[in-house]
């Protein structure tokens, strides 16, 4: 189930910074975002980490917002999202190369996005003075009955810790399953669970949520 | 089940709703671009055979004059006496040592242990308001105690709400000085970045420290971490250590990871259950120590491993959480003392008593901090 996407640009071959570029080739999407080049069948992660610059253009493209979003969820904060993922991605840049796994980047490189986050806030000490911006966004008005109002969800995440608001991003926005989180934070895939499990019932405390 | 099931779905959606808010609308081409320039200056130097072929020349070249003319004398060492850590005398004031550090708002700044408590935003001090007489011995996240404070306008008392970690709330209980009591308690005072001062680091591996606080001093080695793998940033987390000193211990640590000693500081009855009663300080032997380890309720705790420590037997602890219990957090150890889940603890005996060393990490880089702590400890040497 793939999807051919072009790349977006006509890529010069070399260049006279020395970076390798990518020459124009069809890439082969998957779903997950990773993409394979056509010609030589290698992944944009294996390509940027041989310093191929317009395959990691590609990788910043196809992640970024996702790693935002999770960095976000972190955060609380939008700026402090776009620094911690900034940060992710000259780690990821520098550190493709030990990437285990080059063909599936993309746990990699939501959980640098998240330590990132964490980071950002320990070195800015401000995830307990969240800002909490009572006005809902647009289209917040048209929640079910029953949704979790997002002011209430943003002050429950301010009581979790770092570590935890990671957990929770990463299994509920990126959607990452308990074995691959358990593989990038060093648990099982059953202490994750349960680490979930008590995330989530703190969580349930926190917003008052007795039904 | 099904309850759970839906507040967890609902869960999921709300999050997926809220962090769609997020923007990450960026000109990704230029963001990569930016990095990828960034980095290339340093990677065009070090990639460049012909500049290292020249350097290499240099260096040969140098070393040749200088034997030449110097000749056999043995090389220079470097001198391995410590350099002290120059841990910075604390005001004898009585204060957790979660509330040390400066705290901004409103304009102003209060650090708790300066000889005057409030000074401008650019650190003037008012010596109006005076200096913290005494305060409470612990407090926790969200507990409560009191400091008096004095200065020109008199003594005032005020009750004091630590908020999380990061937050604190002054409540006047008496103090006639009006302009000190609307300034301390009509801010939230949050917590303001310390990073070590230039007195105390960074750390540089491989360099020997005096540990100066304790009541039988050490030096140390800081270690060196090999990162590896997918443990991006440790290294560099080494490099630009993030220590802290606190009233009862002295640590090192980043955002992923900690080394923190603890000593003289009252400690739960169960490490993971703050609402336990208190012991004055941690026990006193290595194997009392892991007595009081194993009987928590929310921690798997190995049998002591013997550490020679400078001759000494100490011992080593690996803890882990325990699926079925309650979360364990470290009670009321300072904070960033303790790593939920994935932990080590060293009990090292001292002259008077015993001191205890908690690190840990998150998982990915738990087997190098684990490494870089078994160094740190071996190459610790008692004055």
Same mark, same amino acid.
């Given at each position: ?104 980047? /993309? ?94 019932? /703190? ?7 007795? /039904? | ?128 308001? @005076? ?65 070590? $001062? ?49 009233? $009862? $211990?002295?640590?090192? @640590? ?130």
């Amino acid at each position: 189930m793939c999807i051919i996407t072009r790349t977006a640009e006509s890529a010069e071959a070399g260049s006279a910074s020395g970076v390798k570029r990518s020459g124009p080739d069809r890439h082969l999407k998957d779903v997950s975002g990773d993409t394979l080049s056509a010609t030589t069948g290698r992944t944009d992660a294996e390509l940027a980490a041989d310093g191929d610059d317009i395959a990691f253009e590609r990788l910043v493209a196809a992640h970024q917002a996702e790693m935002v979003r999770v960095a976000y969820v972190i955060t609380c904060d939008q700026s402090l999202a776009n620094d911690a993922v900034q940060s992710a991605w000259t780690r990821a840049w520098r550190k493709l190369g030990s990437l285990r796994d080059q063909r599936r980047p /993309r746990p990699w490189l939501l959980r640098i996005a998240a330590n990132e986050a964490r980071q950002v806030l320990r070195a800015r000490r401000r995830f307990s003075v969240v800002e909490i911006d009572p006005a809902l966004p647009a289209g917040s008005a048209a929640d079910p009955a029953g949704a979790i109002a997002r002011i209430d969800l943003v002050r429950a995440l301010a009581h979790l810790s770092p570590e935890d608001r990671a957990l929770l991003a990463l299994r509920y926005v990126a959607g990452l399953d308990a074995e691959e989180l358990g593989r990038l934070t060093g648990r099982t895939a059953s202490g994750t669970r349960a680490r979930l499990s008590r995330i989530t019932a /703190r969580m349930r405390v926190e917003l008052g949520d007795d /039904r | 089940m099904i309850d759970e099931m839906t507040f967890e779905s609902r869960l999921a959606s709300a999050l997926r709703q809220f962090a769609a808010e997020a923007d990450g609308t960026v000109d990704t081409t230029a963001l990569a671009r930016s990095i990828v320039a960034a980095d290339h200056g340093r990677r065009r130097w070090l990639g460049s055979g012909a500049r290292w072929a020249v350097i290499v020349a240099l260096l040969a070249t140098a070393a040749l004059v200088a034997t030449l003319v110097g000749g056999q004398r043995e090389r220079p060492r470097p001198i391995e006496e410590p350099r002290p850590a120059q841990v910075p005398n604390a005001r004898a004031v009585n204060l957790p040592a979660e509330l040390h550090g400066v705290w901004r708002g409103n304009g102003h700044r209060i650090d708790l242990r300066a000889d005057v408590l409030i000074s401008t935003e650019g650190g003037k001090p008012l010596p109006a308001y @005076g200096a913290t007489l005494d305060a409470s011995r612990r407090v926790g996240l969200a507990d409560t105690f009191t400091v008096w404070v004095a200065g020109a306008c008199g003594v005032g008392a005020y009750r004091v709400v630590r908020r999380h970690i990061d937050e604190l709330a002054f409540t006047a209980l008496s103090d006639p000085c009006v302009d000190r009591r609307a300034l301390l308690a009509s801010t939230a005072w949050t917590y303001s970045d310390q990073r070590a $001062g230039p007195e105390l680091g960074p750390f540089v591996p491989g360099q020997t420290y005096d540990s100066g606080i304790f009541t039988e001093p050490f030096s140390f080695v800081m270690p060196a971490v090999d990162g590896t793998g997918d443990n991006v940033g440790l290294p560099e987390q080494f490099r630009a250590a993030w220590p802290e000193v606190s009233a $009862g $211990g002295l640590r090192f @640590g980043g955002p992923w990871w900690s080394m923190t000693f603890v000593d003289d500081l009252p400690v739960n009855s169960d490490l993971c259950d703050e609402t336990s009663p208190l012991l004055a300080d941690i026990p006193s032997t290595p194997q009392a120590v892991g007595q009081w380890l194993r009987s928590n309720r929310g921690a798997r705790v190995t049998e002591g491993t013997p550490v020679p420590v400078d001759g000494r037997a100490a011992l080593r602890f690996d803890l882990e959480e325990t699926v079925a219990a309650p979360p364990c957090d470290g009670g009321r150890l300072p904070a960033g003392a303790f790593f939920p889940m994935l932990a080590r603890a060293y009990a090292i005996p001292t002259v008077s008593d015993t001191i205890l060393l908690f690190g840990g990490a998150d998982g990915v880089n738990l087997a190098a901090v684990k490494q870089a702590m078994d160094s740190f400890v071996r190459s610790m040497a008692f004055r």
